[in-house]
C-alpha cells in the first residue's frame, strides 16, 4: 500500500529553491518522514528526516505540518546537479525502521 | 571513508543460468540490506541483515533467491535459476545497525537476463 503521494515531476531553475511536496495522510504517531534522492545509474542517498519539528541540514530543510500528514522538502540553491529523483518515505524508527519507497518525485533543475 | 562496494557493475546472463552479486558494507556497519530496483520503481527490500543474522526475509523468492552473510561482514546474494523478470539493478545498502536512520547504498549491479 502506498505509504505517500509525491508527483511525478518537478522543473526547477538553476539558484531557485526547489520545494518538493509530500503528502502521507495515514501516518502514525511513531512514524518518521525520511527523503532519499537517487541520481541517475546511482544508489539512492539519504537526505534528511523527521518526526515531527522541523529539520534542517547542510543538503536541505525538511518542514512538517502540525497534523504531520504532509511536508515539504526545500533545496534552498537547486543545482545542476541535484537533477535526481527524490523519495518521500514513511516508516517506523529503531527496530521498526524500514524503507517502503513509492515512485518519488523526478526533480529536473534547468539552467 | 570507502562506501559501500558492489560486484559486478553490470551482468548479463542467458535465463536458467545462475548469477551472484557481491557486496561489501562500510566497516563497521552491522546492519546490511538487499533491495531489487526494477526500472521506473523505487527500490523494493528483499533481505535485511543484522551482523550474520537475516532478521527480515520475507519479501525474498526463496525458491530461486538465496543470500548469506557469513562473516557478518560482506555478503552474496544468488539467483538460481534466472527467469527474464530478473533483470532489474540489484543494490546492498548498510547501516550502522537496525536502529540507525541513515542507509549507505553501493552503486548496484544491473542484472540482464536474456
Known amino acids: 500500500d502506498a505509504k505517500t503521494t509525491q508527483p511525478p515531476s518537478m522543473d526547477c531553475a538553476e539558484g531557485r529553491a526547489a520545494n518538493l511536496p509530500c503528502n502521507h495522510s495515514?501516518?502514525?504517531?511513531?512514524?518518521?518522514v525520511y527523503w532519499y534522492r537517487q541520481i541517475h545509474s546511482q544508489g539512492p542517498q539519504y537526505i534528511i528526516h523527521?518526526?515531527?519539528n522541523n529539520e534542517t541540514n547542510e543538503m536541505a530543510s525538511l518542514i512538517i505540518t502540525e497534523d504531520r500528514k504532509s511536508s515539504t522538502l526545500i533545496l534552498p540553491h537547486a543545482t545542476l546537479r541535484d537533477t535526481a529523483v527524490y523519495y518521500c518515505?514513511?516508516?517506523?524508527?529503531?527496530?521498526?525502521?524500514?524503507?517502503?519507497f513509492g515512485k518519488g518525485t523526478l526533480l529536473t533543475v534547468n539552467p | 571513508e570507502a562506501g559501500v562496494v558492489q560486484s559486478p557493475r553490470y551482468k548479463i546472463i542467458e535465463k536458467k543460468q545462475p548469477v551472484a552479486f557481491w557486496c561489501n558494507p562500510i566497516?563497521?556497519?552491522?546492519?546490511l540490506y538487499w533491495y531489487l530496483q526494477n526500472l521506473g520503481q523505487g527500490p523494493e527490500l528483499l533481505i535485511r541483515?543484522?551482523?550474520?543474522?537475516?532478521?527480515?526475509d520475507s519479501q525474498l523468492p526463496k525458491d530461486r533467491f538465496s543470500a548469506e552473510r557469513l562473516k557478518g561482514v560482506d555478503s552474496t546474494l544468488k539467483i538460481q535459476p534466472a527467469e527474464l523478470g530478473d533483470s532489474a539493478v540489484y543494490l546492498c545498502?548498510?547501516?550502522?545497525?537496525?536502529?540507525?536512520?541513515?542507509?549507505?547504498f553501493g552503486p548496484g549491479t544491473r542484472l540482464t537476463v536474456l
Open positions: 545498502a548498510s547501516s550502522l545497525d537496525l536502529a540507525y536512520n541513515e542507509q549507505f
Open positions: 495515514t501516518i502514525s504517531g511513531n512514524e518518521y
Open positions: 523527521g518526526l515531527k
Open positions: 518515505i514513511v516508516g517506523g524508527g529503531g527496530s521498526n525502521y524500514k524503507l517502503t
Open positions: 566497516s563497521g556497519h552491522n546492519t
Open positions: 541483515y543484522e551482523n550474520e543474522e537475516a532478521v527480515d
